[in-house]
């Protein structure tokens, strides 16, 4: 069975920071590229970050560059989002997703895997 569990959430004031994790289990982590995606209240879905399968090419959505940094560790199994300087426009339900080869997408219409999401507050 796929999953992709995220962890990592919480309340945290403006200007913090947090680090999420997806674990990533029931298909061959190193063979997909991997994504974070976030849903602010009341809003579609925004693609933030992804990375290549290897993990040596990464991409950031305008609003995030140079305040977060996506990595992932291969023996692991695991995905990582590291939110500084966050701000209360962060707020949302952050999710880690997958699509299958080396290269990452950022149309999240095509991802193959997702994970249940954690929410991510920021206010004081």
């Known amino acids: 069975e796929v999953q992709l569990v995220e962890s990592g959430g919480g309340l945290v004031q403006p200007g913090g920071s947090l680090r999420l994790s997806c674990a990533a289990s029931g298909f061959t982590f190193s063979s997909y590229a991997m994504s974070w995606v976030r849903q602010a209240p009341g809003k579609g879905l925004e693609w933030v970050s992804a990375i290549n399968s290897g993990g040596s090419v990464t991409s950031y959505a305008a609003s995030v560059k140079g305040r977060f940094t996506i990595s992932r560790d291969n023996a692991k199994n695991t995905l990582y989002l590291q939110m500084n300087s966050l701000k209360p426009e962060d707020t949302a339900v952050y999710y880690c997703?997958?699509?299958?080869?080396?290269?990452?997408?950022?149309?999240?219409?095509?991802?193959?895997?997702w994970g249940q999401g954690t929410q991510v507050t920021v206010s004081s």
């Open positions: 997703a997958a699509n299958r080869g080396i290269d990452y997408l950022t149309d999240y219409r095509f991802y193959d895997y």
